[in-house]
């Protein structure tokens, strides 16, 4: 199972940037999706899900600003990060909570984090 993150950065306050989380050893489709973030010195939280039918939940912190989305076909999830300030500059991570095919059991899987660093 691979998780590859990619798109973080450095940006300025007030600017966007594009997370992407390409997913493979998984069946995506039936799979809940997230992105998580750890800033230095706190825990790791949860900045926005979305579930394997699309249903969408967003931290409070960043409602408004953020969304996410996923690609079925290209096994994807993204998230577009706008107005971005100094209190989202953290490694973002890519996280998958996978039934098997059975619906059996399911696995909790984690990409290798990806930093976003806002600072003018």
């Known amino acids: 199972v691979q998780l590859q993150a990619s798109g973080g950065g450095l940006v300025q306050p007030g600017e966007s940037l594009r997370l992407s989380c390409a997913a493979s050893?998984?069946?995506?489709?039936?799979?809940?999706m997230a992105w998580y973030r750890q800033a230095p010195g706190k825990q790791r939280e949860l900045v926005a899900s979305?579930?394997?039918?699309?249903?969408?939940k967003y931290a409070d912190s960043v409602k408004g600003r953020f969304a996410i989305s996923r690609d079925n076909a290209k096994n994807t999830v993204n998230l577009q990060m706008n107005s971005l300030n100094a209190e989202d500059t953290a490694v973002y991570y890519c996280y998958a909570h996978s039934p098997d095919k059975w619906y059996s059991t399911a696995y909790d899987y984690w990409g290798q984090g990806t930093q976003v660093t806002v600072s003018s």
């Open positions: 050893g998984i069946i995506f489709s039936i799979s809940d």
């Open positions: 979305i579930s394997s039918g699309s249903g969408t």
